[in-house]
């Protein structure tokens, strides 16, 4: 194998070479290389093969364009699918693989397909693979293992993921000459600027042209730029950093490699880093992209982008032909073609499709290098199968309707294309700018912006270097002066002058046939889209150009069209006889490069994907060896097991002790609220059913809301603590949503209460002590209060000191039994905790989980909100009528009024013990009369909770069922999702102590 | 002859696939017609398709105000179930799987419809509860259903994280096996082609700017190419059905919220099914040219605009990574969003309107795309008999007076 590396020149560092593997071959490199120059320079003709005939692919450009050269890069576990090879910085040691072709790119036995190339038309899938029906599994099995490009990686991901936010006055995208000007300008004015670039040193086009700026080489002022900016403080420089996605709000999202260039990530690194720029004014200098000719057999190995050849030249000093052939439409291939004679290349011909030739800078170069060129003629096709041999010549008088007949041969091992440029308006149009076409230049411009920024340089259809410096330069000032910076007079930049000719468009090369039937001209490379695939679409009827993306898969490549869909839009116009300006473009959005999910991510993932709330007693319900119950956010003690138990036995010995003696419970996640303000009665009432002006200072009360549906939203247990004062608990998981619902009533419907809501959760921990004895434990660690029913009866609250701290205590229940909730500060809850405890060992006191809270509640038939209700159960429903005032307005009251919710049929919620007594039915499940009946077979309700009930010696269940309250004493049979069935006796749903008289002693 | 087959292909490919003809004509608007439908997505077709077919409605257009297909039913995550809780829902959507499952052939059109399951994970001791009660209601209701245990998930889906130390643990999951995905853009132009076929008039690039009314009753619809005539007008414009009522005076319980999505670069086969996560809010499934298919978040606030906020995205990577961590090196190749126009009770309006001969076909939500076949069906009916079918009978106007909602929001999500 050869080697293609020129012997000097270039900006890689020959003194550090890299080994590499690509398909298993080791290949070397120098540091500075791309993946794609370092396969170039050993000869590396086939990367890839194509997606649907399977044809040889070699690489094509030397930027985010890149149709063909996706590489599979790392093993195992850090694995990257699908990178550009043009855009992957070669390292030491770097695995590469492509991901196209079987047994491998330079043999696939796939390129069959090619033979059927005509049946595989645009769309062809949507016209067969259906009958017999049954087969379509195993077609879609075919075609899905024949789609897709590299291999996600099996494991979890190795390396780690950062966000940062950052704020600026001007941000500029690109750091080719417009950029460097804007940001020097920008920064000049003491504005803070950030520069982002997503190649790995600064310089954009003078990295790849030989040019001067101010009568010296380019790279010098580059150098002198790149320094000014690199130590002036108000200057954030990025390389490495796409912008991928332009937002609302001038919010740019861009994501920094921070890594990738290394293989792996030393020490502490991380891979990426997502930059969250919000920027008072953005500067776009993304540059442009060339576009390829769409003649025959344009897509074979060796038919490359002219700037790419350039590149590869100038930049990375490899040579990527020996003898090269120029197909060009404009002028600034022309320059290209002198890089690759001057490199020590062979340039057989400058073959350029206009009538009248190019200007005379242009051809003045090529002549004094000794190229000759040929005006009015065309590449209508190559010769060569994985690498170009031939190009096939023909002279052209312009029209592009007319068959070429006779053609010659023009040896060459590489053809060097241009179609004239497309300027990359992408973030623009992401931003919700318009564009416009361009009829001098031919290519979409950006036009009107509806946010704060502003486009230079090629990126604004803007090309000579002069009017990048000039144009960026301004912009930088105008902008910096829109955030309020003073502005000095503008710099002036001094450039070579071409004089140029115009392009003249050529979105389809005449060939030996007509476009339906010559061979293959490729738009898409990528997806195999042919200029006879777009006129297909178009004579089917698909003429919306988003139509015939999506028929034709035009541009649904990993580059997104940024190399062909501007041909494309050519052909479609010319098929559909409108101007191109009338087809338009697709539309344009994020990302403008793939970005990994991983710094989408950032560091919100694995156990701080979501915060984890834990009360203050958590580790001593850890030490307990306590299994959690995720509620929300919440982790929640489930139950705490003594050695050998099972869920069952903890959960039935849990009971026993809070019914027969003394259990202790962490009800700290009970959602809490403190609401003052001289208005706050004004306001519960109106969320409230009962009437909450009626409460005593001190009374407690359970109150429900309901939606502005009439149906229940939240419950719990308020408090009245002054007279303009009260407490709110809410359910755990509802705590946000209550506030939210208050807060959005207050706020918007009602401003002019008088009201403050503060979330008070996580400052009160909230200790449930439970059971007959539990006003002799709080009596004997010490209470100020009495405690004694006279002094402190029933849904009572006061301010108390137990123990020694202050506290409020509550006189509610929500297991039926005689209990207390203390409230105290949080970063005194687990000495409380741990003194309750300790004092309560002479009663055998017992910590229990949220499954014991359940089925204590059960037995009492209290409804847990989310469980019992599901947004579709009235306070009737429940029975709660008791709760619905009379005397005043609410939010639902007129809903309830409503002819569905006064129907006597509604699922109503009652109780059930199962009849052979043993079976505890899951809950969830559906409620039948008839299980016999055919499907769909009628349901009359479902199960919502359903446990063992040790106190009781029997399952006892809780749920809905059409006309409950009217059928205690019926039966219904549970139909559960395993197929089983259970017969139910429908029963009240409060179990235990119906008269309520334990709570009250 | 017009029929696709393998045959076709053949022989078009012999004539330089010249002699292709068009899916569906794009003829100049007629003055009058007897049905107008205003909405050219695949609920819009598939209601002119199904006039055409199963009520013999001769005259029919339907008018795009873009390019048809361009709205939600482009820009869905493609996934097709029927497994509601309720049966009201759950029979409408049961009918839209069934007309999916013979849509390829009945349409001449390969849809693609992949049945290769769908499964709704459960992350806590709610989630459980309420999937069991879905599989129960499902199976009552002659829905496939079952509830797949932790270790079986692990065997179902590799890559799939079900660890018990996770922040969500994953608890179990529901599997409808019927369920699955189709090829989106497929089923607008196959609904286009077949109701072509039948005579209907399909006109892009015609929008309606006004609701023509005379003594209570539809006359027609004024558009940006002329006053169309009509005896009856169908609306079904998924994102803009407040606007369209606005234009008839009708007030809907509708809000919009952009919705958003994204699809990964091309990969080899990695997951062969559906998943999805209420609690780890996320779904994922891999289309057949290798793109994972992501859904991400509503945005909570309203608006038309068909983009919304670059934090949505973030959270719904998290959400994929939490279910996949090895997708963490995957890259996001686009995103996108569409505007869905969701109903307080998360169930559709298919319904007649306070004015005679103009009906609605609304309120989808997040959920309209597995609906299409049913809603167009259900919706063809009500225009041709001008009252409901049994299936969408509940889903009337009337609902939200009567306070007859059909809550499928799922349990309300909160515990304790």
């Known amino acids: ?1001 | 002859m017009k029929k696709y087959s393998a045959f076709g292909l053949l022989r078009n490919a012999l004539s330089y696939n010249e002699k292709w003809p068009e899916a569906w004509r794009s003829p100049e608007p007629k003055r009058k017609y007897d049905v107008v439908i205003v909405g050219g997505g695949g609920h819009g077709l598939a209601t002119a398709y199904y006039l055409a077919k199963e009520h013999g409605v001769q005259n029919i257009a339907v008018l795009e105000k873009g390019w048809i297909g361009g709205g939600n039913t482009g820009r869905n995550t493609t996934i097709v179930r029927s497994n509601y809780l309720w049966t009201e829902a759950a029979l409408l959507y049961e009918k839209s799987l069934k007309l999916w499952e013979d849509l390829s052939q009945d349409l001449n059109y390969n849809v693609m419809f992949s049945q290769r399951g769908v499964y709704n994970l459960a992350h806590s001791l709610q989630d459980v509860r309420d999937i069991e009660r879905r599989v129960s209601a499902n199976r009552l209701n002659g829905i496939d259903a079952e509830f797949v245990a932790p270790e079986q998930l692990k065997k179902n889906i590799p890559g799939l994280r079900v660890t018990a130390n996770s922040r969500y643990p994953v608890l179990g999951a529901s599997l409808q096996r019927r369920g699955g995905v189709a090829r989106h853009d497929a089923v607008a132009w196959g609904y286009a082609r077949a109701a072509d076929q039948r005579g209907v008039d399909i006109i892009q690039q015609c929008e309606v700017t006004g609701i023509r009314r005379e003594g209570g009753k539809v006359i027609g619809v004024d558009t940006t190419r002329g006053a169309i005539a009509a005896d009856k007008v169908g609306v079904v414009v998924a994102g803009h059905a407040s606007v369209l009522a606005d234009m008839a005076g009708i007030r809907l319980p509708i809000e919009s919220h952009p919705l958003q999505a994204f699809v990964s670069e091309p990969l080899k086969p990695v997951l062969d099914t559906v998943v999805m996560s209420n609690g780890v809010h996320g779904y994922i499934s891999q289309s057949d040219k290798g793109e994972l298919v992501i859904g991400a978040g509503i945005d909570s606030y309203n608006g038309y605009g068909q983009r919304g906020s670059f934090h949505t995205i973030e959270h719904t990577m998290q959400a994929i990574i939490e279910l996949f961590p090895a997708f963490s090196r995957v890259r996001m190749l686009r995103q996108w969003g569409g505007i869905v126009d969701t109903c307080p009770d998360a169930c559709p309006i298919i319904s007649k309107t306070p004015v005679s001969g103009l009906y609605f076909n609304c309120g989808w939500g997040t959920g309209g795309f597995k609906a299409t076949p049913g809603s167009g069906w259900a919706f063809a009916h009500t225009i041709a008999e001008d009252r409901s079918h049994e299936l969408n009978a509940a889903f009337d106007l009337q609902r939200f007076t009567s306070g007859a909602l059909i809550d499928e929001h799922g349990a309300a999500g909160v515990a304790h």
């Open chain 1, 1 to 1001: 194998m050869t080697s293609r590396r020129l012997e000097s020149g270039g900006f890689v560092d020959r003194g550090k070479v890299f080994e590499f593997k690509f398909d298993g071959r080791t290949l070397k490199g120098f540091a500075g290389d791309t993946l794609a120059s370092a396969l170039l320079a050993n000869d590396v003709a086939v990367v890839s093969r194509s997606f649907k005939y399977h044809r040889p692919r070699g690489i094509v450009s030397a930027g985010a364009d890149e149709p063909n050269a996706i590489m599979q890069i790392g093993k195992d576990d850090a694995t990257l699918p699908n990178l550009r090879a043009t855009q992957t910085e070669l390292y030491n040691n770097m695995v590469a693989r492509s991901t196209k072709g079987w047994p491998s790119v330079n043999f696939d036995v796939s390129a069959i397909n090619a033979l059927f190339g005509r049946v595989f038309s645009a769309g062809f899938y949507y016209k067969t693979f259906m009958r017999p029906k049954r087969l379509w599994r195993c077609y879609e099995r075919f075609i899905r293992s024949s789609a897709g490009w590299g291999s996600a990686p099996a494991g979890n991901d190795p390396d780690e993921y950062a966000h940062r936010n950052a704020h600026c006055d001007v941000l500029v995208v690109g750091a080719g000459p417009s950029g460097l000007a804007a940001a020097v300008a920008a920064s000049r004015t003491g504005a803070r600027v950030i520069l982002v670039d997503e190649q790995n040193e600064f310089g954009g086009s003078l990295l790849s042209e030989d040019t001067t700026i101010d009568s010296v080489p380019a790279m010098q002022w580059l150098e002198k730029t790149v320094a000014e900016l690199s130590n002036c403080e108000t200057v954030q420089c990025l390389t490495r950093t796409t912008a991928f996605g332009y937002y609302d709000d001038n919010f740019v999202a861009a994501v920094e490699r921070c890594a990738d260039h290394l293989g792996k990530p030393p020490g502490q690194t991380v891979r990426e880093r997502l930059w969250r720029i919000c920027a008072r004014e953005v500067v776009l200098a993304q540059g442009a992209f060339e576009r390829p000719l769409a003649f025959c057999n344009n897509d074979r190995p060796g038919v490359m982008m002219a700037s790419a050849v350039q590149t590869y030249v100038n930049r990375y000093a490899v040579l990527p032909g020996e003898r090269a052939v120029l197909f060009t439409n404009n002028d600034s291939a022309y320059f290209a073609a002198v890089a690759f004679k001057k490199a020590g290349g062979l340039l057989a011909a400058i073959i350029d499709s206009r009538q009248s030739g190019a200007g005379v800078t242009a051809v003045t170069n090529a002549v004094d290098h000794g190229i000759p060129i040929m005006n009015g003629h065309l590449v209508t096709d190559v010769v060569g199968k994985k690498r170009v041999r031939k190009a096939q010549v023909a002279q052209w008088s312009g029209d592009t309707s007319q068959t070429i007949k006779n053609t010659v041969s023009i040896e060459c091992d590489l053809l060097m294309m241009s179609g004239g440029w497309s300027p990359a308006v992408h973030l623009h149009s992401q931003a919700g700018g318009k564009n416009i076409w361009d009829e001098t230049h031919h290519c979409f411009v950006p036009g009107e912006t509806l946010q704060q920024n502003r486009s230079v340089g090629a990126g604004a259809g803007q090309w000579s270097l002069m009017e990048c410096l000039q144009r960026g330069g301004d912009a930088g000032r105008t902008t910096a002066e829109a955030c309020g910076f003073v502005v000095q007079a503008g710099q002036t930049y001094e450039t070579p002058q071409d004089q140029e000719n115009p392009i003249e468009p050529l979105w389809r090369v005449p060939a030996s046939r007509s476009p339906d039937r010559c061979a293959k001209q490729f738009l898409d490379f990528q997806n195999d889209t042919s200029v006879a695939d777009v006129r297909l679409a178009v004579r089917e009827g698909y003429r919306s150009i988003e139509h015939v993306k999506r028929y034709t898969a035009l541009g649904f490549g990993t580059d997104q069209g940024k190399l062909g869909n501007i041909n494309g839009m050519g052909v479609l116009a010319e098929a559909l006889e409108v101007p191109i300006a009338q087809v338009g473009t697709t539309t344009f959005r994020p990302a403008y490069t793939p970005v990994t999910f991983g710094a989408g991510a950032g560091e919100d993932i694995g156990e701080i994907y979501d915060p984890v709330r834990k009360t203050a007693m958590h580790e001593w319900h850890e030490m307990q060896g306590a299994p959690m119950e995720v509620v929300g956010q919440w982790l929640r003690p489930w139950y705490f097991p003594q050695y050998g138990e099972d869920i069952h036995a903890a959960v039935a010995r849990e009971c026993m002790a809070a019914r027969n003696s003394l259990a202790i419970m962490d009800a700290s996640t009970l959602g809490k609220i403190d609401v003052q303000g001289r208005d706050s009665v004004a306001l519960l009432e109106r969320i409230y059913t009962h009437d909450v002006g009626r409460m005593a200072v001190g009374r407690c009360a359970y109150g429900i809301m309901l939606g502005e549906d009439g149906l229940l939203m939240d419950d719990g247990v308020m408090a009245r603590l002054g007279e303009q004062r009260f407490y709110l608990t809410t359910t755990t998981g509802g705590a946000a949503a209550v506030l939210t619902w208050l807060e959005r009533w207050l706020q918007t419907e009602w401003p002019e209460l008088d009201v403050h809501l503060t979330s008070t959760t996580d400052h009160w921990s909230t200790i449930a002590v439970v059971g007959p004895k539990s006003r002799e434990l709080l009596q004997k660690v010490g209470c100020n209060v009495s405690l004694q029913r006279e002094n402190f009866p029933f849904m009572t609250v006061k301010d108390a000191e137990l123990g020694g701290f202050p506290v409020q205590l509550f006189r509610v229940s929500f297991s039926g039994e005689l209990a207390f909730e203390v409230n105290i500060g949080s970063n005194y809850a687990m000495a409380m905790w741990e003194l309750l405890i300790d004092a309560g060992q002479e009663f055998q006191i017992t910590p229990y989980g949220t499954e014991t809270l359940h089925v204590l509640r059960a037995e009492k038939g209290f409804v847990i909100v989310g469980q019992d209700t599901d947004g579709s159960v009235s306070p009737v429903d429940l029975k709660m009528n008791w709760l619905l005032s009379k005397n005043k307005d609410y939010l639902g009251k007129r809903s309830l009024q409503r002819a569905d919710l006064v129907r006597t049929d509604r699922k109503q919620f009652v109780g059930f013990v199962p009849v052979d007594g043993k079976t505890v039915v899951a809950e969830g499940t559906q409620l039948v009369n008839d299980p016999l009946l055919p499907v769909p077979t009628p349901m009359c309700g479902h199960i919502t909770s359903s446990y063992a009930s040790a106190c009781l010696g029997h399952p006892i269940a809780l749920g809905l069922l059409q006309s409950g309250h009217a059928r205690i004493g019926e039966q219904v049979v549970a139909a559960q999702s395993d197929g089983t069935y259970v017969d139910m006796q429908v029963v009240s749903p409060v179990f235990y102590d119906p008269k309520s008289e334990r709570q009250n002693v």
